[in-house]
C-alpha cells in the first residue's frame, strides 16, 4: 500500500493513487469485518437479547459508506486531471498495477466461499474485487500511456474504477439499510401467510411478522388460530416444520389459539378493533 503510493506519486498516476486509498478503506474494512464477526460469535446475554450479530450489518454499512467517499474523491481528482494533464509514467503505472492485481486477485480468491454466507465478509470481499478491477484498469492505462503517449488515459481509468466502487458500495448500502430497517429480504410473507393458512385445522393467521437479524438469520412471528378440536402444541410443531422446510424459517415464534366461536373453518380472522 505504502509502495503503490510511493510509486503514483513518481508516476504521477491518478489511478495507482486511487487505488491506494481504496486500499486504505480496505485495511479499515477487513479488521472492522474481523473484529465484528468475533463480536458477533460472543452469546447473547442481559440486554443484548440477540447477541451482537448486527455489528456485522453495521460493519458492511461502513464498508459501503467508505467505498462511496473514495469513490467520489476519484471522481473529482480524475476530472481535475483529465482538465490539466500530468506527464505519467505509463511503464511505471503497468509494473506495480500487474503485481498488485496478482496479489488482489490471491486475496478475493480466499474471501470468495465465505461472501455468500456473510453480509460482513461480503463487503471486504468487494473491497478486494474492486481492487482487482482497479489495478486492471490502472494497468490498462499504464500500457495505453506508454503506447501512444496521452496521459488522459490515467484519469480515464480512474473513473472505471469509481463507476466500480460505486456499485460495489450501491449493494452493500441496500442490503444492510434493509436488514436495518427489517425487512423480509428475499421471503414473500404472503406466501408465507398462504402456507401457514393452507395446513390442516388453520383457520387464521394475523399479525404476520418476517424479518432477518443478521445475515442467514431470518425469523418471523404470526398469531394462529385453529379449529376447536385441533391440539394447539401438535399444529405449532407441524407449523415450525413447514416453516423451515419450505422458507428457511428456523427461528419462529408462534402464537397458536383455538379460534373463537363462529368463526368459518377457512379463511383469515378479521381485523378486531378494540
Given at each position: 500500500?505504502?509502495?503503490?503510493?510511493?510509486?503514483?506519486l513518481?508516476?504521477h498516476s491518478?489511478?495507482l493513487?486511487?487505488?491506494?486509498?481504496?486500499m486504505?478503506?480496505?485495511?479499515?474494512?477487513?479488521?472492522?469485518?474481523?473484529?465484528?464477526a468475533?463480536?458477533?460469535a460472543?452469546?447473547?446475554?442481559?440486554?443484548?437479547?440477540?447477541?451482537?450479530?448486527?455489528l456485522?450489518?453495521l460493519?458492511a454499512?461502513?464498508?459501503?459508506?467508505a467505498?462511496?467517499?473514495v469513490a467520489?474523491?476519484?471522481?473529482?481528482?480524475?476530472?481535475?486531471?483529465?482538465?490539466?494533464?500530468?506527464?505519467?509514467?505509463?511503464?511505471?503505472?503497468?509494473?506495480?498495477a500487474l503485481?498488485?492485481?496478482?496479489?488482489?486477485?490471491?486475496?478475493s480468491?480466499?474471501?470468495?466461499?465465505?461472501s455468500?454466507?456473510?453480509?460482513?465478509?461480503?463487503?471486504?470481499f468487494?473491497?478486494?474485487?474492486?481492487?482487482?478491477?482497479?489495478?486492471?484498469?490502472?494497468?490498462?492505462?499504464?500500457?495505453l500511456?506508454?503506447?501512444?503517449?496521452?496521459?488522459?488515459?490515467?484519469?480515464?481509468?480512474?473513473?472505471?474504477?469509481?463507476?466500480?466502487?460505486?456499485?460495489?458500495?450501491?449493494r452493500?448500502?441496500r442490503?444492510?439499510?434493509?436488514?436495518?430497517?427489517?425487512?423480509?429480504?428475499?421471503?414473500?410473507?404472503?406466501?408465507?401467510r398462504k402456507?401457514?393458512?393452507?395446513?390442516?385445522d388453520?383457520?387464521?393467521?394475523?399479525?404476520?411478522?418476517?424479518?432477518t437479524?443478521?445475515?442467514?438469520?431470518?425469523?418471523?412471528?404470526?398469531?394462529?388460530?385453529?379449529?376447536?378440536?385441533?391440539?394447539?402444541?401438535a399444529a405449532?410443531?407441524?407449523?415450525e416444520?413447514?416453516?423451515?422446510?419450505?422458507?428457511?424459517l428456523?427461528?419462529?415464534?408462534?402464537?397458536?389459539?383455538?379460534?373463537?366461536?363462529g368463526?368459518?373453518?377457512?379463511?383469515?380472522?378479521?381485523v378486531i378493533?378494540?
Amino acid at each position: 500500500m505504502a509502495a503503490e503510493i510511493v510509486a503514483g506519486l513518481v508516476a504521477h498516476s491518478l489511478a495507482l493513487l486511487a487505488d491506494a486509498g481504496h486500499m486504505v478503506t480496505d485495511a479499515g474494512a477487513l479488521t472492522f469485518a474481523i473484529v465484528a464477526a468475533r463480536m458477533a460469535a460472543k452469546p447473547a446475554r442481559g440486554r443484548w437479547t440477540f447477541g451482537y450479530s448486527r455489528l456485522e450489518i453495521l460493519s458492511a454499512q461502513a464498508n459501503g459508506i467508505a467505498l462511496a467517499l473514495v469513490a467520489v474523491w476519484v471522481v473529482y481528482a480524475a476530472i481535475r486531471r483529465l482538465v490539466d494533464p500530468h506527464d505519467v509514467r505509463g511503464g511505471l503505472v503497468l509494473v506495480v498495477a500487474l503485481g498488485g492485481a496478482v496479489a488482489s486477485v490471491g486475496a478475493s480468491v480466499l474471501l470468495a466461499r465465505a461472501s455468500r454466507e456473510s453480509i460482513n465478509v461480503r463487503g471486504a470481499f468487494l473491497h478486494v474485487v474492486t481492487d482487482v478491477a482497479a489495478f486492471a484498469a490502472a494497468a490498462a492505462a499504464g500500457a495505453l500511456v506508454l503506447a501512444t503517449g496521452w496521459d488522459r488515459f490515467d484519469p480515464l481509468a480512474s473513473l472505471a474504477v469509481a463507476a466500480l466502487m460505486l456499485a460495489s458500495s450501491w449493494r452493500l448500502l441496500r442490503e444492510s439499510t434493509a436488514i436495518f430497517m427489517e425487512t423480509s429480504g428475499d421471503i414473500d410473507p404472503d406466501e408465507v401467510r398462504k402456507a401457514l393458512a393452507g395446513e390442516r385445522d388453520v383457520v387464521g393467521v394475523h399479525d404476520l411478522h418476517v424479518w432477518t437479524v443478521t445475515s442467514g438469520f431470518p425469523s418471523v412471528s404470526a398469531h394462529v388460530l385453529v379449529g376447536h378440536g385441533a391440539d394447539c402444541h401438535a399444529a405449532r410443531a407441524r407449523l415450525e416444520r413447514l416453516l423451515e422446510r419450505r422458507f428457511g424459517l428456523a427461528h419462529s415464534t408462534l402464537q397458536v389459539e383455538h379460534a373463537p366461536p363462529g368463526l368459518p373453518e377457512r379463511g383469515e380472522l378479521p381485523v378486531i378493533r378494540r
